[in-house]
């Protein structure tokens, strides 16, 4: 538990040090549903603003995702956390109103022990995304790309793997302090 605190406090001292440090770009707050492999989730994102030439952002992920498997002959949905942590580029507009980016980052996934004998999972994943742009202040987005951790829910009734393959998710990004090439 020590560790995620820690990597949870690492990463919020990131994201406040850039939200400071930029004076052309702000942060972003999203609001995701996932599916990972058949596994509904929802979850929140935080994005800061851009450095390294204004052409790179950090974004923390924090998820509840639940693995949808049969425990003792009943269909059971079991919720699960992953948090992740990554970079991606700035996004690149195709026109006034959609811009595509890409991501990829590493992710910490913790079980529940109905279904998992292990405390914490890692992993990295990888995404593309495009942002739907409504307005200065708001976006909706969608990304698609892969997960990769070795999970395996070894107290299942198949030993299945999850938060491994393909990802999709759709969402609502609000932001905060835009920089003015983004609001053309």
């Known amino acids: 538990m020590k560790k995620i605190k ?17 004076e052309k ?3 972003r707050l999203a609001y995701n549903l996932s599916e990972v ?8 994102q935080a994005e800061s603003p851009r450095f390294i030439h204004n052409s790179l952002t950090l974004k923390l992920r924090a998820n509840q995702m639940f693995l949808n498997y049969d425990k003792g002959g009943m269909n059971d949905w079991t919720p699960y956390w992953t948090f992740g942590l990554g970079a991606g580029n700035n996004p690149i507009p195709l026109s006034n109103a959609v811009s595509i980016y890409g991501e990829g980052g590493v992710m910490l996934i913790l079980p529940h ?11 990295g ?12 202040s708001f976006c909706y987005f969608m990304e698609a790309g892969g997960i990769g951790s070795g999970a395996t829910a070894d107290r299942s009734d198949n030993h299945r793997i999850y938060s491994n393959g393909f990802i999709m998710q759709v969402g609502l990004k609000v932001h905060f302090g835009r920089a003015e090439k983004e609001e053309k």
């Open 125 to 136: 994943y990888g995404v593309f995304g495009f942002n739907f742009n409504i307005s200065p």
């Open 6 to 22: 820690t990597i949870l406090i690492g990463c919020a001292l990131m994201l406040s040090f850039n939200a400071i440090s930029q």
């Open 37 to 44: 492999q058949g596994d509904f989730g929802l979850g929140f």
């Open 113 to 123: 022990s109905d279904f998992s004998a292990s405390k914490e999972e890692w992993g």
């Open 25 to 27: 770009s702000g942060f």
